[in-house]
């Protein structure tokens, strides 16, 4: 395949694909599978390790064929599967993409890329709180994290100010460890699924509802989250070494939007059902599209978007 494009001596690598694949998470490793059994050249670039937020995943028991599995074990699995079909270039972020015709160019740290096609399989980042002490403490006891840095809170008082899934999760995977959690959720009920709700209370898990975090406290290192009861307006505090914080996730879409690819008011990418957005030739899957943050759900609209660029390469 030639597309006519030459790089200047001495440049970073030149590629020249049918399609190219932006975030190697479990939504681009599927889609990197199914593009190249399709018949499709296709790289996956990924601006960090590929594995994407489900390697933070302390536990994983509701994808299929899996009772129970650490989510870094899962993504190894998935990584060395896709390995077997398609090239993964790892901490290669992608800087710019253009077009020229009906080519897109990619500029990326390594190199430039040009591709026929693009899914935009860029996932999501952790959202922040915005509270005083956040920033400051930010590796001193605050993190986003619990399969990073749950063990060095082991036999210590930590708070999780979330309790949807995420938090539910990562407070049930810190007591198992030996951390003492406590839940901390805006909302005046438990947010999490009903199994998780049932294993907190089983745990004895604090989980504080209606209560809003106003700061992180301390001076070289976390010592206490303040936080204000929404139903009395008491302002109150827990003294603790460490905080984790699952508030929510913001989608990784500046990229495609550079490139007129409509979003929802959130940042979310918006799709049809054969995940092609509302520019031909670029298709998004997984959390990047706001649907539902399973990993399950992730893997099948790569494959999805993956079939559909091949059958808008190939067969029209």
Same mark, same amino acid.
């Given at each position: 395949m030639d597309f006519g494009f030459v790089l200047p001596t001495g440049s970073r690598e030149s590629k020249d694909v049918d399609l190219a694949i932006i975030g190697g998470g479990p939504a681009g490793l599927s889609a990197g599978i199914y593009a190249k059994r399709a018949g499709l050249e296709a790289i996956i670039i990924d601006k960090g390790n590929a594995g994407?937020?489900?390697?933070?995943?302390?536990?994983? +028991?509701?994808?299929?064929? &899996?009772?129970? !599995?650490?989510?870094?074990?899962? $993504? #190894? %699995?998935?990584? +060395?599967?896709?390995?077997? &079909?398609?090239? !993964?270039?790892?901490?290669?972020? $992608? #800087? %710019?993409?253009?077009?020229?015709?009906?080519?897109?160019?990619?500029?990326?740290?390594?190199?430039?890329? #040009?591709?026929?096609?693009?899914?935009?399989?860029?996932g999501t980042t952790h959202k922040t709180l915005g509270v005083p002490g956040e920033k400051e403490l930010f590796g001193k006891g605050v993190s986003y994290c619990v399969t990073c840095d749950g063990y060095f809170y082991r036999g210590k008082k930590v708070a999780v100010i979330g309790g949807g899934n995420s938090g539910a999760i990562a407070a049930i995977y810190l007591k198992d460890i030996g951390v003492e959690p406590v839940v901390l959720e805006y909302m005046p009920k438990f947010m999490c699924e009903k199994a998780y709700e049932n294993i907190i209370k089983d745990r004895k898990i604090p989980y504080y509802t209606n209560v809003q975090v106003t700061s992180i406290e301390g001076k070289d290192k976390v010592e206490k989250v303040v936080y204000k009861d929404r139903a009395t307006g008491e302002i109150n505090e827990i003294q603790v070494d460490g905080v984790f914080i699952y508030v929510g996730l913001i989608p990784i879409s500046d990229l495609a939007k550079k490139l007129g690819v409509k979003t929802d008011e959130r940042g979310y990418i918006n799709v049809d059902l054969k995940m092609r957005t509302n520019v031909p030739r670029i298709y998004a899957a997984g959390d990047v599209t706001g649907y539902a943050g399973q990993i399950i759900i992730a893997a099948g609209q790569g494959a999805m978007a993956a079939l559909s660029a091949y059958e808008d390469l190939m067969l029209h």
């Open positions: 994407g937020l489900a390697e933070e995943a302390p536990y994983v +028991e509701n994808y299929l064929g &899996y009772k129970g !599995i650490k989510g870094e074990e899962l $993504v #190894k %699995e998935f990584k +060395e599967h896709a390995m077997d &079909y398609v090239e !993964i270039s790892e901490r290669n972020e $992608v #800087k %710019e993409i253009t077009k020229e015709g009906d080519i897109f160019i990619i500029n990326a740290e390594k190199g430039e890329y #040009k591709a026929k096609a693009i899914i935009f399989a860029t």
